[in-house]
Structure formats: C-alpha cells, structure tokens
T-cell receptor, first 112, second 116 residues
Framework: SQTIHQWPATLVQPVGSPLSLECTVE??????LYWYRQAAGRGLQLLFY??????ISSEVPQNLSASRPQDRQFILSSKKLLLSDSGFYLC???????????FGPGTRLTVL | AQKVTQAQTEISVVEKEDVTLDCVYE???????LFWYKQPPSGELVFLIR??????QNEISGRYSWNFQKSTSSFNFTITASQVVDSAVYFC?????????????FGQGTILTVHP
C-alpha cells in the first residue's frame, strides 16, 4: 500500500532563517505531488505541484520554492522565512492516472 | 475561476443526532470533480469521497451519505447518528477536469463538534 511521509512534524524558526520541508511517498511510481498551506482557521491553498522529476508548477508567487530531485521526493524550501510563512504545510500525492489526492500528516511551522 | 463555499463555520450537535454539512460550488467547466475530506485534530486530511460531474447518484457509506445536485451546484454531506469520533473539520473541494493533476479548490471548512 502507499504511504506518504512528511518531516519534520513541527518546526519553530526565526524570521530570516532558511527552510526545508521534505515529503516522500512509498509504494507508487511517478506520482503527482503537491504542497498545500493551511493558515490558522482557514482552508487550504495550493502552493506547488509536480508531475515528474524536475517539473514544478507554482500556483502562488511568494518566497517559497519547491524541488523534486527524485520521483517520490518533494521538497519545500525558503531562503529567508517571513512571519507570514507560519502555517500548516501539507504534502499530497495522487496516482498518475487518478485525480484523488491523498495527504500526508503535515508540518506545523511557526516563524517567530 | 472556481469557488467552494461552506457557509457553516461551526456546527455543534449531541451524539446520535443527524447533521448535514453544506457545500456549494461554482465553476464554468462542464467536467469537474468534487471531494470531501475530514481533518481530525491530528491535522492529516482524510479522503472521504470523490464525485465527478457526470455522476449525480447519491452515495451512502455506513453512516455517511452525500447528496449531489447539479441544479443547485451543491454537494452536501450528511452524518447519521453522529458520534464523538466524528468531531473534526470537514472540507469540501473542487477540481476541474481535463487532466489527472491539478489543484483542489477548498472551501473554508466546517468545524463539527459532537458532544457526548
């Protein structure tokens, strides 16, 4: 069966520091991968998605970036965090021929 | 542009009551998909159901049922005989068709609290 992992689970970072969140999927090949952000008390916003290695589409211009160095690995990064980057970050995957997205456990990021 | 509205911000019920969560969507596409997800306190989104725009059949899964009506652009979710474990935030989401990937447009979510 397929599983999706995210780490770290929680993170507290100072403003201006770098960020690296990692997401990996097991048990499937060539998944579509997604990064979403959920601000406190609000719905989810898609940040990036990827349909293959090295292929990244950005939905919202901001100081975040994403990379997909391997088929089942998706990384969310920032060179300098802002207070507004605080939130709950969720990675999701979908099979290559299906549109149902399955979510990981999330990373709770607090920028102080 | 797509939009999903969950007008009920919070609902509070007592165990064993039935509860309906409303979802209204907007899209100009004729091919689209609707989803419901559950987010328990742990934070992970749990997939509940997917419906495509060409399938208006209602669906029942145990205590859960979904009512899809294209005429009113609604995809409502009913929990029968609610239980404390149903307490969570529930999200309705929409994705337009055409490809197997693409963003989900989420509603703001409904916080459901079931009291013992």
């Amino acid at each position: 069966s397929q599983t999706i992992h995210q780490w770290p689970a929680t993170l507290v970072q100072p403003v201006g520091s770098p960020l690296s969140l990692e997401c990996t999927v097991e048990g499937t090949s060539n998944p579509n991968l997604y990064w979403y952000r959920q601000a406190a008390g609000r719905g989810l916003q898609l940040l990036f998605y990827s349909v293959g290695i090295g292929q990244i589409s950005s939905e919202v211009p901001q100081n975040l970036s994403a990379s997909r160095p391997q088929d089942r690995q998706f990384i969310l990064s920032s060179k300098k965090l802002l207070l507004s980057d605080s939130g709950f970050y969720l990675c999701a995957w979908s099979p290559p021929v299906s549109d149902t997205q399955y979510f990981g456990p999330g990373t709770r990021l607090t920028v102080l | 542009a797509q939009k999903v509205t969950q007008a009920q911000t919070e609902i509070s019920v007592v165990e064993k009551e039935d509860v309906t969560l409303d979802c209204v969507y907007e899209t100009r596409d004729t091919t689209y998909y609707l989803f419901w997800y559950k987010q328990p306190p742990s934070g992970e989104l749990v997939f509940l159901i997917r419906r495509n725009s060409f399938d208006e059949q209602n669906e029942i899964s145990g205590r859960y049922s979904w009512n899809f009506q294209k005429s009113t652009s609604s995809f409502n979710f009913t929990i029968t005989a609610s239980q404390v474990v149903d307490s969570a935030v529930y999200f309705c989401a929409l994705r337009i068709g055409g490809t197997s990937y693409g963003k989900l447009t989420f509603g703001q979510g409904t916080i459901l609290t079931v009291h013992p």
